[in-house]
Nanobody, 126 residues
Framework: QVQLVESGGGLVQAGGSLRLSCAAS????????MAWFRQGPGKEREFVAAISRSGRNTYYADSMKGRFTISRDNAKATLYLQMSSLKPEDTAVYYCAAEEVYNDLIYKLVGTYNYWGQGTQVTVSI
């Protein structure tokens, strides 16, 4: 079983940038497809970006394309989300997720993932 711990959230002005990190422990990180999701106030959890085991394949929600970059360092067992050109509507709790897979595909559905971090708050002010 893998444990996930997010960090890097905070308060940022619109147009600014943040980099979120998700440290994985307990199992070999490269055995897991991983993703970022977010949940805004009063909203359902939504997909942000996903990355395959190797890191070669990535996929983004339309509203994040060109602004967010997902990456991973399997040697450091860490997942990243570089966010730029942030908007107030990006305000949410951001969660990393992992699922053990045996391929190099990406997965974007919440229900695919069995392992979740506790979340990190990102607040974007006007």
């Amino acid at each position: 079983q893998v444990q996930l711990v997010e960090s890097g959230g905070g308060l940022v002005q619109a147009g600014g940038s943040l980099r979120l990190s998700c440290a994985a422990s307990g199992r070999t990180a490269s055995d897991y497809a991983m993703a970022w999701f977010r949940q805004g106030p009063g909203k359902e959890r939504e997909f942000v970006a996903a990355i395959s085991r190797s890191g070669r394949n990535t996929y983004y929600a339309d509203s994040m394309k060109g602004r967010f970059t997902i990456s991973r360092d399997n040697a450091k067992a860490t997942l990243y989300l570089q966010m730029s050109s942030l908007k107030p509507e990006d305000t949410a709790v951001y969660y990393c997720a992992a699922e053990e897979v045996y391929n190099d595909l990406i997965y974007k559905l919440v229900g695919t993932y069995n392992y979740w971090g506790q979340g990190t708050q990102v607040t974007v002010s006007i």
